[in-house]
Protein backbone atom coordinates (compact mmCIF):
# COMPACT_ATOMS: atom_id res chain seq x y z
CA UNK A 1 0.00 0.00 0.00
CA UNK A 2 2.87 2.71 0.95
CA UNK A 3 4.66 1.65 -2.62
CA UNK A 4 0.95 2.86 -4.09
CA UNK A 5 0.82 5.85 -2.19
CA UNK A 6 4.08 6.94 -3.30
CA UNK A 7 3.81 6.21 -6.69
CA UNK A 8 0.55 7.90 -6.98
CA UNK A 9 2.57 10.70 -5.76
CA UNK A 10 5.21 10.35 -7.48
CA UNK A 11 2.68 10.80 -10.80
CA UNK A 12 1.21 13.48 -9.09
CA UNK A 13 4.49 15.66 -8.50
CA UNK A 14 5.70 15.08 -12.49
CA UNK A 15 2.60 16.29 -13.81
CA UNK A 16 2.03 19.37 -11.50
CA UNK A 17 5.00 20.90 -12.90
CA UNK A 18 3.54 22.94 -15.22
CA UNK A 19 2.12 26.38 -14.69
CA UNK A 20 -0.74 28.40 -16.80
CA UNK A 21 1.59 29.82 -18.77
CA UNK A 22 3.21 26.34 -20.12
CA UNK A 23 -0.42 24.83 -20.06
CA UNK A 24 -0.89 27.43 -22.81
CA UNK A 25 1.50 25.68 -25.01
CA UNK A 26 -0.56 23.15 -25.81
CA UNK A 27 -3.33 25.41 -26.57
CA UNK A 28 -1.10 27.37 -28.58
CA UNK A 29 0.33 24.29 -30.31
CA UNK A 30 -3.33 23.49 -31.40
CA UNK A 31 -4.19 26.80 -32.53
CA UNK A 32 -0.97 27.19 -34.91
CA UNK A 33 -1.93 23.68 -36.19
CA UNK A 34 -5.52 24.95 -37.27
CA UNK A 35 -4.50 27.76 -38.85
CA UNK A 36 -1.80 25.77 -40.61
CA UNK A 37 -2.75 22.14 -41.53
CA UNK A 38 0.64 21.29 -42.77
CA UNK A 39 1.96 23.33 -39.60
CA UNK A 40 3.46 19.88 -37.30
CA UNK A 41 4.68 21.33 -33.69
CA UNK A 42 7.23 18.84 -32.76
CA UNK A 43 8.25 18.08 -29.34
CA UNK A 44 11.24 20.38 -29.26
CA UNK A 45 9.47 23.25 -30.32
CA UNK A 46 6.52 22.31 -27.48
CA UNK A 47 9.49 21.67 -24.85
CA UNK A 48 11.24 25.12 -26.11
CA UNK A 49 7.74 26.84 -25.76
CA UNK A 50 7.47 25.20 -22.09
CA UNK A 51 11.18 26.37 -20.82
CA UNK A 52 10.33 30.19 -22.52
CA UNK A 53 7.58 30.05 -19.43
CA UNK A 54 9.48 28.47 -17.25
CA UNK A 55 8.70 29.10 -13.20
CA UNK A 56 12.11 31.39 -13.33
CA UNK A 57 11.35 32.96 -16.10
CA UNK A 58 7.76 34.42 -15.44
CA UNK A 59 6.47 36.36 -12.61
CA UNK A 60 3.28 35.85 -10.48
CA UNK A 61 1.44 38.67 -12.91
CA UNK A 62 2.26 36.90 -15.74
CA UNK A 63 1.29 33.47 -14.62
CA UNK A 64 -1.91 35.17 -13.61
CA UNK A 65 -2.79 36.93 -16.88
CA UNK A 66 -1.93 33.33 -18.55
CA UNK A 67 -4.43 31.79 -16.65
CA UNK A 68 -7.06 34.00 -17.29
CA UNK A 69 -6.48 33.10 -21.24
CA UNK A 70 -5.52 29.83 -21.39
CA UNK A 71 -8.53 28.72 -23.17
CA UNK A 72 -8.91 31.52 -25.22
CA UNK A 73 -5.39 31.82 -26.66
CA UNK A 74 -6.75 32.96 -30.22
CA UNK A 75 -8.20 36.45 -28.33
CA UNK A 76 -4.65 36.90 -27.40
CA UNK A 77 -2.76 35.77 -30.87
CA UNK A 78 -2.91 36.13 -34.44
CA UNK A 79 -2.08 32.75 -36.50
CA UNK A 80 0.52 33.85 -37.94
CA UNK A 81 2.03 35.24 -34.01
CA UNK A 82 1.45 31.56 -32.84
CA UNK A 83 2.91 30.45 -36.10
CA UNK A 84 6.50 32.45 -35.54
CA UNK A 85 6.77 31.69 -31.95
CA UNK A 86 5.88 27.83 -32.50
CA UNK A 87 8.67 28.32 -34.65
CA UNK A 88 6.40 26.78 -38.29
CA UNK A 89 6.84 30.17 -39.69
CA UNK A 90 9.57 32.79 -41.21
CA UNK A 91 9.09 36.25 -39.05
CA UNK A 92 8.34 39.15 -40.83
CA UNK A 93 11.60 40.37 -41.29
CA UNK A 94 12.11 37.45 -43.45
CA UNK A 95 10.76 39.06 -46.31
CA UNK A 96 8.82 35.77 -47.14
CA UNK A 97 5.13 35.96 -49.06
CA UNK A 98 3.38 32.70 -47.95
CA UNK A 99 0.05 33.88 -49.72
CA UNK A 100 0.88 33.16 -53.27
CA UNK A 101 -1.18 30.34 -54.10
Known amino acids: MRKLVAALAL ?16 ELAAYAE ?16 KADFSRGETD ?13 VQDEWTCDEALQYMGLAESESAGGDESTE
Open 60 to 72: KATRQHCAEFADN
Open 34 to 49: DCDPSAVVSDEQMATC
Open 11 to 26: IAGLTACTNACQDICK
